[in-house]
């Protein structure tokens, strides 16, 4: 009994030992083959596949190494706009994460005096240039692509182009108004231009195709208030405009009552009064 208990306790050790093996082995060749596809960008001769094996690594939270396909992406095709697209926004993560350090570490208040340089375009503001100006050239031969007209509004918004980017995004609604996403960040933009009437309309349509998309119903307590605030605002501007023109209306200068006022007429013996020499006055 004895024995078959220790034969049963090796077998089940051995078989321990090799599953761990085989897990470790298969997670080391998965992290090798992600570090081998970004040490390779340079090695990628399709763009389309480096665009692919980039947008895969920023899924998987791989920032940095997806910037690197990325690149490789635009470099083999400069008229990419999605590529260009994904790249701004991988750039503006770690930008984002680089000026959390920063601002943490160093004194953010300018001394007396002291001047700051210019602050240079960052890497994702260029990224969404470029993005929006392959975008504008991909949609004048396919002017249907409401994907195409989505993204570039999203990369005017990145760049707080904010008129363009509601233009881009009324035009991707236009083409697919059945999309959620589209109404919501359509109402998003116009929520940001302080057009609290217009956006109701598009925020309404996107809880109406998704009742549990949270964030048009967020964006619609929003502009439902921002309207509120307007409307107060302009019926009292008009109120006290009224009121002024009412006051005005009713209230006169001394000088105006006085230029008003009839003049006594003269009678006759006035007038014999005036013309009457005086009796001290030499003839």
């Known amino acids: 009994m004895l024995r078959t208990l220790s034969i049963i306790l090796l077998i089940f050790s051995v078989a321990f030992q090799f599953g761990c093996s085989w897990f470790s082995g298969s997670q080391n060749s998965n ?6 596809s970004a040490a390779n960008a340079q090695e990628i001769a399709d763009a389309n596949v480096a665009l692919a094996e980039g947008s895969r690594l920023f899924d998987n939270g791989d920032t940095e190494k997806a910037i690197e396909l990325l690149n490789r992406a635009v470099e083999l095709n400069p008229d990419l706009a999605e590529a260009y697209f994904k790249l701004g926004v991988a750039y503006a993560l770690i930008e984002a994460r680089d000026a959390s350090i920063v601002e943490s570490q160093v004194e953010q208040t300018p001394l007396p005096g002291e001047t700051r340089p210019k602050a ?13 100006q392959a975008y504008k050239k991909h949609v004048e ?19 707080n182009e904010d008129e363009d980017a509601a233009r881009s995004l009324k035009q991707a609604v236009k083409l697919k108004p059945d999309d959620t996403e589209y109404q919501t960040e359509l109402g998003a933009i116009l929520i940001k231009l302080a057009q609290y009437h217009e956006a109701i309309a598009p925020l309404r349509k996107a809880i109406d195709l998704d009742p549990e998309n949270s964030r048009a119903i967020d964006l619609l307590e929003d502009a439902e208030a921002g309207r509120k605030r307007v409307d107060y605002t302009s019926v009292k501007t008009q109120t006290n405009s009224n009121s002024n023109a009412n006051t005005n209306s009713n209230t006169q200068t001394p000088e105006a009552n006085a230029s008003t006022k009839p003049k006594p007429q003269e009678t006759k013996e006035t007038k014999e009064t005036k013309t009457t020499p005086s009796a001290n006055k030499p003839k």
Do not use: C, H, W
């Open 141 to 159: 031969s396919n002017p249907n692509d409401d994907v195409a007209f989505f993204n570039m509004g999203r990369a005017y918004n990145k760049l």
């Open 31 to 36: 992290s090798g083959a992600q570090q081998n």
């Open 120 to 132: 240079k375009k960052t890497n994702s503001e260029k990224a969404f240039e470029k993005a929006i």
